[in-house]
Nanobody, 124 residues
């Protein structure tokens, strides 16, 4: 059974940085796409970034390009989201997601496995 566990959320001031981690286990498929999504209160879940097992990266939201970086460590079964120059509008619950595909879906409906989420709060 695939399990995803996020960590690293917290409260920071605008302009600060956080690094989110997602440890995954139970994955036996050689096809793997991992993604970060976020959901603010009253808003729909939004894709942030995705990465394939081969390291192909897609940033799904223009507002994070140049500020956020997704990466992975296949040896430790962990993906990361480095978030720099955080803004109050980045405040949301951040979720890690996974699916067994070589090409990553561009929206949440394409992902099968989800973590419980980690809260990120950015104050102005």
């Amino acid at each position: 059974q695939v399990q995803l566990v996020e960590s690293g959320g917290g409260s920071v001031q605008a302009g600060g940085s956080l690094r989110l981690s997602c440890s995954f286990s139970g994955y036996t498929s050689d096809r793997r796409c991992m993604g970060w999504f976020r959901q603010a209160p009253g808003k729909e879940r939004e894709g942030v970034a995705s990465i394939t097992v081969l390291g192909d990266i897609t940033y799904l939201t223009d507002s994070v390009k140049g500020r956020f970086t997704i990466s992975q460590d296949n040896a430790t079964h962990t993906i990361y989201l480095q978030m720099n120059r955080l803004k109050p509008e980045d405040t949301a619950m951040y979720y890690c997601a996974a699916t067994s595909r070589f090409v990553c879906p561009t929206d949440a409906t394409g992902f099968v496995y989800w973590g419980q989420g980690t809260q990120v709060t950015v104050s102005s």
